[in-house]
């Protein structure tokens, strides 16, 4: 069993700034892929931004320039940090990691269960 627990969400005033986390826990063999998603009321979830385990990084072109993903391999962590928030970056964050766990074969995806992000004006 894997356990994804998210925290960092809130309010803030558009053009500052927040830090996302995200820790898995459980029977982890080893991670691949480390994202993160947004929904936004009434919108399909989309990508925000993903980073591989080796290193390799891909963002949405609405946050490219503002917002950053890294991950701490070593406490199976994965952060975003947001800068320069717009309204239009408020969303329920969800973080979405790969997950081979040691207890069967295969890879397997894990959701967090949302963080909502709020930017007011």
């Known amino acids: 069993q894997v356990q994804l627990v998210e925290s960092g969400g809130g309010l803030v005033q558009a053009g500052g700034s927040l830090r996302l986390s995200c820790a898995a826990s459980?029977?982890?063999?080893?991670?691949?892929?480390m994202g993160w998603y947004r929904q936004a009321p009434g919108m399909q979830r989309e990508l925000v931004a993903a980073i591989r385990s080796g290193g390799p990084t891909n963002y949405a072109d609405s946050v490219k320039g503002r917002f950053t993903i890294s991950r701490d391999n070593a406490k199976n962590t994965v952060y975003l940090q947001m800068n320069s928030l717009k309204l239009e970056d408020t969303a329920v964050y969800y973080c979405?990691?790969?997950?081979?766990?040691?207890?069967?074969?295969?890879?397997?995806?894990?959701w967090g269960q949302g963080t909502q992000v709020t930017v007011s004006s």
């Open positions: 979405r990691v790969e997950v081979r766990p040691t207890t069967r074969p295969g890879d397997y995806i894990y």
């Open positions: 459980g029977s982890i063999f080893s991670i691949s892929a």
